[in-house]
């Protein structure tokens, strides 16, 4: 808590004039009124101080009174700021030191420090104090007070001007290039002010996210060349790969949801009809009373064969053999 107050004002005789002056060794004075009535003075008279030690008295006293001022206006700035911390220049792209920007703190302290500069001056001007002397009390004041306190808002302002990135949502697929990619806008902003998009230096010390990233690629199955048949009845084959959209082959599981066209034929087939062995299926006589000479009915399976497999009976020429017969 500062221990400033307001300087104590004082007349001179005859009311020439108005002077700000600190009441010392007032005591004296007083008898001297008391002994003297011709004197006018209502404050008591003007402190001429010829001795060297109440001379440096009157010093110590000026300039801690000064300090007190110095420090309280340092006090009152510092209450101002601190709420409205942190201060940006706006539009101002990031230095190398990556730290917020000092200007615009700086340019707001300017003014209130001048503000305390001109207080003190005006403390001085009414002491009548040469300025010559007080240059040191002055100094001390502001180094004391004033510079510890724009360190620390400086401080403060780096602290709380903080940078993030901030991602956009992802584009649709473009299935141009190969790979197919997608994109997101990424930027960089202050936590002070998350409307206005930063230099990306103000987020160099942060990892930013990706803002292309690849999509799946096009996969489809690849044929080559059939190869030669091997003979009547033979085999005819074909590579068959699971290709990248840029040409690259890949596992066959990539490819394992999609259908997929035959890889191995038969070539030069031949047709024709295959039959079972006759199987007997009921034996019977003949005549009135069944005397006569046996019969028995057999079958057999019949089916169009090519090349060791069943196909339509369209494919074997000539008519079908017979499935069924009677024999004694």
């Known amino acids: 808590m500062s221990n400033y107050k307001e300087p104590i004002k004082h007349k001179f005789e005859n009311d020439e004039k108005s002077k700000f002056e600190y009441e010392i060794g007032n005591n004296n004075n007083n008898n001297n009124n008391n002994n003297n009535n011709n004197n006018s003075n209502i404050g008591g008279p003007s402190v001429i101080i010829n001795d060297t030690i109440q001379n440096q008295k009157i010093h110590e006293a000026i300039c801690s009174e000064i300090n007190d001022l110095v420090a309280l206006k340092s006090l009152n700035i510092k209450s101002q700021i601190e709420p409205i911390l942190p201060i940006e220049t706006f539009g101002r792209d990031c230095d190398e030191s990556n730290e917020c920007s000092p200007t615009g703190l700086d340019n707001l302290l300017g003014p209130l420090v001048m503000e305390i500069k001109t207080s003190v001056d005006f403390l001085i001007t009414s002491r009548f104090i040469k300025v010559d002397f007080i240059k040191q009390c002055k100094s001390k004041a502001f180094s004391t007070n004033i510079e510890p306190m724009k360190l620390e808002l400086h401080k403060k302002n780096k602290d709380q001007c903080s940078f993030r990135w901030v991602i956009g949502e992802w584009s649709n697929c473009n299935y141009g290039p190969c790979p197919p990619i997608r994109e997101r806008k990424v930027t960089c902003i202050s936590d002070s002010n998350s409307q206005n998009e930063r230099n990306p230096m103000c987020c160099k010390n942060l990892t930013k996210p990706d803002n292309v ?85 057999f079958i057999r399976d019949v089916w169009c064969e090519s090349c060791g497999n069943k196909v339509d009976d369209s494919k074997c020429p000539g008519q079908k053999p017979r499935t069924s017969k009677e024999e004694k």
């Open 213 to 297: 990233e690849s999509c799946d690629f096009i996969y489809s199955w690849s044929y080559g060349d059939w190869s030669p048949c091997s003979g009547n009845c033979g085999f005819t084959s074909r590579r068959i790969d699971c290709s990248a959209c840029n040409g690259k082959l890949v596992d066959h599981s990539k490819c394992s949801h999609l259908p997929s066209e035959p890889v191995n034929l038969f070539c030069q087939p031949t047709f024709s009809w295959r039959e079972s062995e006759w199987r007997k299926t009921r034996c019977w006589r003949g005549g009135k009373f069944k005397t006569g000479s046996k019969r028995c009915e």
